[in-house]
C-alpha cells in the first residue's frame, strides 16, 4: 500500500485474513473484521500488514477484464478555464483561485533555503518538518493524516444525525454503534462487569480466581472454541483462517499460521532487557489487578504468561524470512497435519471452527505456512502449565476489550500507547467513535460518505491516470535490457491483465444489497463492548462461511472501504485500488494544474502498480496465482537490482533516532516508489504532449511545469513522528520514513537531476544509482 497512516497498537482484535501491506500494524482479527465489512488488505497489513504478524500476499481476487479500454474512459479537460497572466521573465503564470490555493501550499512546506540538489526533501518540506507540532493525540503528522482528519469531520457530521424512520437498516446499525460509543454515561454505569461476566463465560481467568480456579476445566482448544462463540480472535495460539488458494486463486481454502501476538516479536524476542517489554508488562499487571486481582499475585502469574508469549513470538517466523510466497505455501490434509502433529486434534479443532457452516473430512487440504512452529506449538503446549495457558489468552481478551471499558482502564491504555508510540492523549471521544463506526461497519458508512461528499468528476480524472501511467509502466517493461522476451512476454501480459477498482463499487448505491450484506447483525446503543463483539463475530461467520464458494474478483464487498485515504495492490487479484478517500486534497485535485495531479496521486498510482512487480508481486502471476514465470538467468539480475536497492535503503539512518533503516523488509515499498516516480514523471510528459505545456503557479514563477511536479511528488510525503512511533515504524513496519521516500527515489533518476540541474556526485546525483524499473 502506499498510505502511511498512523499506527496505533490498540487492543481490540479483529482480523483480516489478507496481507495487504497497509494493515500491518493490526492484529490478525482486526483484519479478519475489516475484509468482512470491505477491506481489501491487507493486508496488510497485511494488506494490509499489517498490512500486523501478517500474512504473505493475499487479497481476495479481482477480474481482469474490468479493467476499461481507453476508448471507455471520460478523459479530463486539460485546465479548468484560468486567469493566465506572464511573469516578468515572459512565463505563464496560472492565477485562478486553484493555483493561488496549490502555490500557497507549497510555499507554506518549501524551504528555499535548501539546496535542492542537497537535500529534496528538506527544500521541498523544510518549513512544514520545522512549522508542524504534533498533536498530543497523535503520534506523526502528514499527508494522510491532514486529509484522514477532514474525512473524520465528515463522518461524524454524517453519524450525528439522527436516525430516521425510513432510514435504511445498515446506515441505522453504523449510527447505533456510533452512539453506543459515545455513551459515555452507560458505559461508566456498567462498569467492568461485562468483561468480567465475559471473562466467567469464557472459562476465568487465573489470576482474577486465585487458588479458586480449576486447571481441571481448562484446555488451549476448548477456550479457542468459546473465543470463536464470543466474538473474540482464534489466533493467539496458532492463525487460522479461509483464504484464496495462492496456487489456483479461484477458490478458497484453510490457512493455518503461527499466532497473533499481543505486541511485536521483534520486541518480545529482546525479553525484558527491551523498555516497551517491561511497559507491556506492567501494562498487563494494572489491567489485571484493576479488574479486581491480587497485585503482588498478578506481578509473578502474569510474568509467566509473558514469558510463554515470548515462547511464541521465539518460535515464529521472522518478517524477512515471509517475503518468499513459495516457502509458506505447505499444502497438507488433515489426515497428514494429524500425522505429522499428533498433539493437536486437527479435525475436531477445524470443524469446530467452522460449525455450523461448513464439516470438513480428512482428505481437506490445508496451507500450513510454517510447519516448524506446528511442532514447536506441540511442545510447548506440553510443557507449560495450563494455568500459564490460561492466564495469557485471559489477558489477550481483557486487553482487547479495554478500549470499549471505563475511562479508568482507558487512562491506563493510554499510557501504554504513550510508551509505545509516544502521543500523550486519546483522540477525542468523537473521533475514536467515528473510527470504531467507520473501520467496523466501512460498508455501511462509506455508502453514506460517497453520497453525500465524493465528487464523482475525480473518477473520471483518475481514470485517465491511471490509464496513462499504465502505458508507462508497459514501456518500460518493452525497454529494460535485463529482461529476456519470454519473461518479458509474461510480464506486459501481467500488466496488461491488472484491474482497476476507484473511488467505489456502484453496488454501494444499492440499498436492497447493502441491507442484505448486514441481515442478521444487531447492535444496542447502551452496549458498547457486545454491540462491537456482535461485529467481530459477523465477520468471522461471513468469512468462514466462504470456503465453498467460488472466489468472485469482482466482489463489490471486497471492495467496498471508499471512506479511507490510502490506496492497495492485491497480488492475488492482480488489481490496484484507489478508494474516493484518497482522490481529494493534497492528492488531487481538477483546480489545480496537471503536474501537481501526477506528481501526488499519479505517484501513489504508478507505486501501486509497480507492485505487481516488486519482490513479492512479481512471484504471482497475471491471474494472481502463485507462478515462478521468470526464466532463471533473469530472475538473478532481478535479484541483483532489488539487492542494490536493499543495500540503498539500509544505509540510511533516522539522525533523531540514531537507527538505520530495514532494506529487506522495506523493499517492496521502495522498489514500488522507485518505479512509481517514474512512470508518474513520464505518464505526465505524456499528458503534455496531447494538452501543451501548463502555466507555472503564482509565487513560484521561477520553477517549471517539470520541477513542479517533483515538488508535488515530495509535499505527499512531508511527515514528523515522534521518536517513538519512528523507532516502532522502523523496527516493525514496511514503509520508510517519508524522508527517504523523497530522497531514495529521486536521487536514483536521472530525469529529476536534469530538471534541477544537479552536479553528478551531489547527494541528489550520486554517481551510483539503482534501479529495478
Same mark, same amino acid.
Given at each position: 500500500?502506499?498510505?502511511?497512516?498512523?499506527?496505533?497498537?490498540?487492543?481490540?482484535?479483529?482480523?483480516?485474513?489478507?496481507?495487504?501491506?497497509?494493515?500491518?500494524?493490526?492484529?490478525?482479527?482486526?483484519?479478519?473484521?475489516?475484509?468482512?465489512?470491505?477491506?481489501?488488505?491487507?493486508?496488510?497489513?497485511?494488506?494490509?500488514?499489517?498490512?500486523?504478524?501478517?500474512?504473505?500476499?493475499?487479497?481476495?481476487?479481482?477480474?481482469?477484464?474490468?479493467?476499461?479500454?481507453?476508448?471507455?474512459?471520460?478523459?479530463?479537460?486539460?485546465?479548468?478555464?484560468?486567469?493566465?497572466?506572464?511573469?516578468?521573465?515572459?512565463?505563464?503564470?496560472?492565477?485562478?483561485?486553484?493555483?493561488?490555493?496549490?502555490?500557497?501550499?507549497?510555499?507554506?512546506?518549501?524551504?528555499?533555503?535548501?539546496?535542492?540538489?542537497?537535500?529534496?526533501?528538506?527544500?521541498?518540506?523544510?518549513?512544514?518538518?520545522?512549522?508542524?507540532?504534533?498533536?498530543?493525540?497523535?503520534?506523526?503528522?502528514?499527508?494522510?493524516?491532514?486529509?484522514?482528519?477532514?474525512?473524520?469531520?465528515?463522518?461524524?457530521?454524517?453519524?450525528?444525525?439522527?436516525?430516521?424512520?425510513?432510514?435504511?437498516?445498515?446506515?441505522?446499525?453504523?449510527?447505533?454503534?456510533?452512539?453506543?460509543?459515545?455513551?459515555?454515561?452507560?458505559?461508566?454505569?456498567?462498569?467492568?462487569?461485562?468483561?468480567?461476566?465475559?471473562?466467567?463465560?469464557?472459562?476465568?481467568?487465573?489470576?482474577?480466581?486465585?487458588?479458586?480456579?480449576?486447571?481441571?476445566?481448562?484446555?488451549?482448544?476448548?477456550?479457542?472454541?468459546?473465543?470463536?462463540?464470543?466474538?473474540?480472535?482464534?489466533?493467539?495460539?496458532?492463525?487460522?483462517?479461509?483464504?484464496?488458494?495462492?496456487?489456483?486463486?479461484?477458490?478458497?481454502?484453510?490457512?493455518?499460521?503461527?499466532?497473533?501476538?499481543?505486541?511485536?516479536?521483534?520486541?518480545?524476542?529482546?525479553?525484558?532487557?527491551?523498555?516497551?517489554?517491561?511497559?507491556?508488562?506492567?501494562?498487563?499487571?494494572?489491567?489485571?489487578?484493576?479488574?479486581?486481582?491480587?497485585?503482588?499475585?498478578?506481578?509473578?502469574?502474569?510474568?509467566?504468561?509473558?514469558?510463554?508469549?515470548?515462547?511464541?513470538?521465539?518460535?515464529?517466523?521472522?518478517?524477512?524470512?515471509?517475503?518468499?510466497?513459495?516457502?509458506?505455501?505447505?499444502?497438507?490434509?488433515?489426515?497428514?497435519?494429524?500425522?505429522?502433529?499428533?498433539?493437536?486434534?486437527?479435525?475436531?479443532?477445524?470443524?469446530?471452527?467452522?460449525?455450523?457452516?461448513?464439516?470438513?473430512?480428512?482428505?481437506?487440504?490445508?496451507?500450513?505456512?510454517?510447519?516448524?512452529?506446528?511442532?514447536?506449538?506441540?511442545?510447548?503446549?506440553?510443557?507449560?502449565?495450563?494455568?500459564?495457558?490460561?492466564?495469557?489468552?485471559?489477558?489477550?481478551?481483557?486487553?482487547?476489550?479495554?478500549?470499549?471499558?471505563?475511562?479508568?482502564?482507558?487512562?491506563?491504555?493510554?499510557?501504554?500507547?504513550?510508551?509505545?508510540?509516544?502521543?500523550?492523549?486519546?483522540?477525542?471521544?468523537?473521533?475514536?467513535?467515528?473510527?470504531?463506526?467507520?473501520?467496523?461497519?466501512?460498508?455501511?458508512?462509506?455508502?453514506?460518505?460517497?453520497?453525500?461528499?465524493?465528487?464523482?468528476?475525480?473518477?473520471?480524472?483518475?481514470?485517465?491516470?491511471?490509464?496513462?501511467?499504465?502505458?508507462?509502466?508497459?514501456?518500460?517493461?518493452?525497454?529494460?535490457?535485463?529482461?529476456?522476451?519470454?519473461?518479458?512476454?509474461?510480464?506486459?501480459?501481467?500488466?496488461?491483465?491488472?484491474?482497476?477498482?476507484?473511488?467505489?463499487?456502484?453496488?454501494?448505491?444499492?440499498?436492497?444489497?447493502?441491507?442484505?450484506?448486514?441481515?442478521?447483525?444487531?447492535?444496542?446503543?447502551?452496549?458498547?463492548?457486545?454491540?462491537?463483539?456482535?461485529?467481530?463475530?459477523?465477520?468471522?461467520?461471513?468469512?468462514?462461511?466462504?470456503?465453498?464458494?467460488?472466489?468472485?474478483?469482482?466482489?463489490?464487498?471486497?471492495?467496498?472501504?471508499?471512506?479511507?485515504?490510502?490506496?492497495?495492490?492485491?497480488?492475488?487479484?492482480?488489481?490496484?485500488?484507489?478508494?474516493?478517500?484518497?482522490?481529494?486534497?493534497?492528492?488531487?485535485?481538477?483546480?489545480?494544474?496537471?503536474?501537481?495531479?501526477?506528481?501526488?496521486?499519479?505517484?501513489? #498510482?504508478?507505486?501501486? @502498480? *509497480?507492485? =505487481? $512487480?516488486?519482490?513479492? !508481486? /512479481?512471484?504471482?502471476?497475471?491471474?494472481?496465482?502463485?507462478?515462478?514465470?521468470?526464466?532463471?538467468?533473469?530472475?538473478?539480475?532481478?535479484?541483483?537490482?532489488?539487492?542494490?536497492?536493499?543495500?540503498?535503503?539500509?544505509?540510511?539512518?533516522?539522525?533523531?533516532?540514531?537507527?538505520?533503516?530495514?532494506?529487506?523488509?522495506?523493499?517492496?515499498?521502495?522498489?514500488?516508489?522507485?518505479?512509481?516516480?517514474?512512470?508518474?514523471?513520464?505518464?505526465?510528459?505524456?499528458?503534455?504532449?496531447?494538452?501543451?505545456?501548463?502555466?507555472?503557479?503564482?509565487?513560484?514563477?521561477?520553477?517549471?511545469?517539470?520541477?513542479?511536479?517533483?515538488?508535488?511528488?515530495?509535499?505527499?510525503?512531508?511527515?514528523?513522528?515522534?521518536?517513538?512511533? #519512528?523507532?516502532?515504524? @522502523? *523496527?516493525? =513496519? $514496511?514503509?520508510?520514513? !517519508? /524522508?527517504?521516500?523523497?530522497?531514495?527515489?529521486?536521487?536514483?533518476?536521472?530525469?529529476?537531476?536534469?530538471?534541477?540541474?544537479?552536479?553528478?556526485?551531489?547527494?541528489?546525483?550520486?554517481?551510483?544509482?539503482?534501479?529495478?524499473?
Amino acid at each position: 500500500m502506499s498510505g502511511d497512516p498512523e499506527y496505533i497498537t490498540t487492543n481490540y482484535n479483529m482480523r483480516n485474513n489478507v496481507k495487504p501491506s497497509f494493515w500491518e500494524q493490526r492484529t490478525r482479527m482486526e483484519k479478519r473484521l475489516l475484509m468482512a465489512v470491505g477491506v481489501v488488505a491487507l493486508l496488510a497489513v497485511g494488506f494490509l500488514a499489517a498490512f500486523l504478524a501478517v500474512i504473505l500476499l493475499r487479497t481476495t481476487p479481482s477480474n481482469a477484464d474490468d479493467m476499461p479500454q481507453t476508448s471507455e474512459l471520460r478523459v479530463s479537460p486539460p485546465m479548468p478555464p484560468a486567469v493566465i497572466s506572464k511573469s516578468d521573465q515572459g512565463d505563464l503564470v496560472c492565477n485562478t483561485p486553484g493555483c493561488v490555493h496549490t502555490a500557497s501550499k507549497l510555499l507554506y512546506n518549501m524551504d528555499d533555503q535548501v539546496d535542492p540538489c542537497d537535500d529534496f526533501y528538506g527544500f521541498s518540506c523544510g518549513s512544514f518538518l520545522k512549522n508542524t507540532r504534533i498533536p498530543d493525540d497523535k503520534t506523526s503528522v502528514n499527508t494522510f493524516s491532514i486529509i484522514t482528519d477532514q474525512l473524520q469531520e465528515q463522518i461524524r457530521s454524517l453519524l450525528d444525525e439522527p436516525i430516521k424512520e425510513d432510514e435504511p437498516r445498515p446506515f441505522a446499525l453504523a449510527k447505533t454503534l456510533y452512539q453506543a460509543c459515545m455513551n459515555r454515561t452507560a458505559i461508566e454505569a456498567r462498569g467492568v462487569q461485562p468483561l468480567l461476566d465475559m471473562i466467567q463465560r469464557l472459562g476465568g481467568w487465573p489470576v482474577l480466581q486465585g487458588d479458586s480456579w480449576d486447571e481441571r476445566t481448562f484446555s488451549w482448544d476448548e477456550s479457542v472454541y468459546k473465543f470463536r462463540s464470543a466474538g473474540y480472535s482464534v489466533d493467539y495460539f496458532l492463525d487460522f483462517s479461509i483464504s484464496v488458494d495462492v496456487k489456483n486463486s479461484t477458490k478458497r481454502i484453510i490457512d493455518l499460521d503461527q499466532a497473533s501476538l499481543g505486541l511485536s516479536r521483534e520486541y518480545l524476542n529482546r525479553g525484558f532487557s527491551d523498555k516497551l517489554v517491561v511497559a507491556y508488562y506492567e501494562y498487563m499487571v494494572d489491567i489485571a489487578t484493576l479488574l479486581g486481582a491480587d497485585r503482588a499475585r498478578a506481578e509473578i502469574e502474569l510474568k509467566d504468561s509473558l514469558m510463554f508469549e515470548m515462547k511464541l513470538a521465539n518460535i515464529s517466523l521472522p518478517l524477512e524470512k515471509r517475503r518468499n510466497a513459495t516457502s509458506l505455501y505447505n499444502p497438507m490434509t488433515i489426515g497428514e497435519l494429524q500425522q505429522k502433529f499428533p498433539r493437536i486434534p486437527w479435525l475436531t479443532y477445524i470443524n469446530r471452527l467452522l460449525a455450523p457452516h461448513i464439516q470438513v473430512g480428512l482428505d481437506e487440504i490445508t496451507i500450513v505456512n510454517v510447519p516448524k512452529y506446528m511442532s514447536d506449538l506441540e511442545d510447548l503446549l506440553q510443557n507449560t502449565p495450563k494455568r500459564v495457558q490460561a492466564n495469557y489468552v485471559m489477558w489477550r481478551v481483557a486487553g482487547a476489550s479495554v478500549s470499549y471499558l471505563t475511562e479508568d482502564l482507558r487512562r491506563r491504555q493510554l499510557a501504554y500507547v504513550t510508551a509505545l508510540s509516544g502521543k500523550t492523549e486519546r483522540e477525542s471521544r468523537w473521533k475514536e467513535c467515528a473510527d470504531t463506526a467507520s473501520v467496523s461497519m466501512s460498508i455501511a458508512v462509506g455508502a453514506l460518505y460517497i453520497r453525500k461528499y465524493f465528487n464523482e468528476n475525480s473518477k473520471a480524472n483518475a481514470l485517465e491516470m491511471v490509464n496513462d501511467i499504465r502505458q508507462q509502466f508497459r514501456k518500460t517493461l518493452t525497454e529494460v535490457d535485463w529482461m529476456d522476451e519470454k519473461t518479458r512476454e509474461e510480464a506486459l501480459h501481467k500488466a496488461d491483465g491488472m484491474s482497476s477498482h476507484i473511488a467505489y463499487p456502484n453496488e454501494m448505491l444499492d440499498n436492497k444489497k447493502l441491507t442484505e450484506f448486514y441481515s442478521g447483525l444487531e447492535m444496542s446503543a447502551d452496549k458498547l463492548m457486545e454491540s462491537v463483539l456482535n461485529l467481530t463475530l459477523f465477520g468471522t461467520e461471513y468469512l468462514f462461511s466462504k470456503l465453498r464458494e467460488p472466489v468472485n474478483k469482482t466482489d463489490w464487498v471486497t471492495h467496498g472501504r471508499p471512506a479511507i485515504v490510502n490506496a492497495f495492490y492485491s497480488s492475488i487479484e492482480n488489481s490496484i485500488q484507489f478508494p474516493a478517500g484518497i482522490l481529494q486534497g493534497a492528492f488531487f485535485s481538477a483546480q489545480r494544474p496537471a503536474y501537481m495531479n501526477y506528481g501526488a496521486i499519479g505517484f501513489v #498510482i504508478g507505486h501501486e @502498480i *509497480t507492485h =505487481g $512487480f516488486d519482490d513479492q !508481486g /512479481r512471484q504471482f502471476d497475471k491471474n494472481g496465482n502463485l507462478i515462478d514465470w521468470w526464466q532463471e538467468m533473469t530472475k538473478q539480475k532481478y535479484l541483483e537490482k532489488a539487492k542494490c536497492i536493499i543495500d540503498q535503503y539500509s544505509n540510511y539512518t533516522v539522525k533523531e533516532v540514531n537507527m538505520k533503516l530495514n532494506g529487506v523488509n522495506t523493499q517492496g515499498e521502495n522498489i514500488a516508489d522507485n518505479g512509481g516516480i517514474k512512470e508518474a514523471y513520464y505518464a505526465y510528459q505524456a499528458w503534455t504532449q496531447r494538452h501543451g505545456e501548463e502555466a507555472s503557479l503564482p509565487g513560484l514563477e521561477k520553477y517549471s511545469p517539470r520541477q513542479l511536479f517533483w515538488m508535488s511528488a515530495a509535499n505527499t510525503w512531508c511527515s514528523v513522528y515522534r521518536n517513538e512511533a #519512528i523507532k516502532l515504524r @522502523i *523496527t516493525t =513496519g $514496511f514503509h520508510a520514513p !517519508g /524522508r527517504f521516500r523523497v530522497i531514495g527515489p529521486m536521487s536514483n533518476m536521472e530525469e529529476f537531476a536534469e530538471d534541477f540541474r544537479c552536479p553528478v556526485g551531489s547527494p541528489m546525483n550520486p554517481v551510483k544509482k539503482c534501479k529495478v524499473w
